[in-house]
């Protein structure tokens, strides 16, 4: 049982580069999220989706771009990659309703590190 | 817009110290109540939650009350160990449809033998 599978896990760019991040979850969740983590900032929303085909802006989406094409992938695209993005970025899951922990429990991937030199 | 505050780190305790990391959070209506903990090199994996006033949440000897008067939801653990040392993040889910949680910005506790 894979639960979030976030690909690739390191990697380093060049300001100006373009990248997709991609999220995998196997556990049949309506919602998927993106979120970054940067020391002494917590966890902030880039952007996130209800659906498969449904996307929406987070907290700090600038810069970003997103889609869900399918149920189980959600993809983060930087289309010209800036210093200000490096940062740990995660990919979350969750079920709309019910589930075994109950709605809204978010099941988190292990991160993504990326440094934009 | 909903929010949750909590106490900054890092907070360093003794091996079987009593431990307490502060949450208060602003919203309307009646949002659910979460804590996730975040070990060194991991994603965030939920920790315990309480969905209305006066539940209590608890998990691993961790516990937390939903307190609607205080607007808290503040962590305890009366022994902590070693294997406890992690990143702490209280979190809300608003009570209007899809919006996502809010979190916090985070406690480091580390635990030294």
């Known amino acids: 049982n894979a639960g979030v599978t976030q690909t690739p896990k390191f990697r380093v760019l060049k300001t100006g580069q373009s990248m997709t991040l991609l999220c995998a979850q196997d556990?049949?969740?309506?919602?998927m999220y993106w979120y970054r983590q940067d020391p002494g900032m917590g966890l902030r929303l880039i952007h996130y989706s209800v659906g498969e085909g449904t996307t929406a802006k987070g907290e700090v989406p600038d810069g970003y771009n997103v889609s869900r094409l399918k149920k189980q992938n959600f993809l983060l695209g930087l289309e010209s990659a800036a210093p200000s993005q490096t940062s740990v970025y995660f990919c979350?899951?969750?079920?709309?309703?019910?589930?075994?922990?109950?709605?809204?429990?978010?099941?988190f991937g292990a991160g993504s590190r990326l440094t934009v030199l | 817009g909903d929010s949750v505050t909590q106490m900054e780190g890092p907070v360093t305790l003794s091996e079987e110290a009593f431990l307490t990391i502060n949450c208060t959070y602003t919203?309307?209506?009646?949002?659910?109540l979460f804590w996730y903990v975040q070990y060194p090199g991991e994603g965030l994996q939920l920790l315990l939650k309480?969905?209305?006033?006066?539940d209590k949440g608890s998990n691993k000897g961790f516990e937390a009350t939903y307190r609607k008067e205080t607007t808290s939801f503040h962590l305890e653990k009366g022994s902590v160990q070693v294997s406890d040392s992690a990143v702490y993040f209280c979190?809300?889910?608003?009570?209007?449809?899809?919006?996502?949680?809010?979190f916090g910005k985070g406690t480091r506790l580390s635990v030294i033998a």
């Open positions: 979350a899951s969750s079920y709309s309703t019910g589930g075994p922990y109950g709605a809204n429990v978010l099941t």
């Open positions: 979190a809300l889910k608003p009570d209007s449809g899809n919006t996502p949680l809010v």
């Open positions: 556990m049949n969740h309506e919602y």
């Open positions: 919203a309307t209506g009646y949002p659910s």
């Open positions: 309480a969905t209305k006033a006066d």
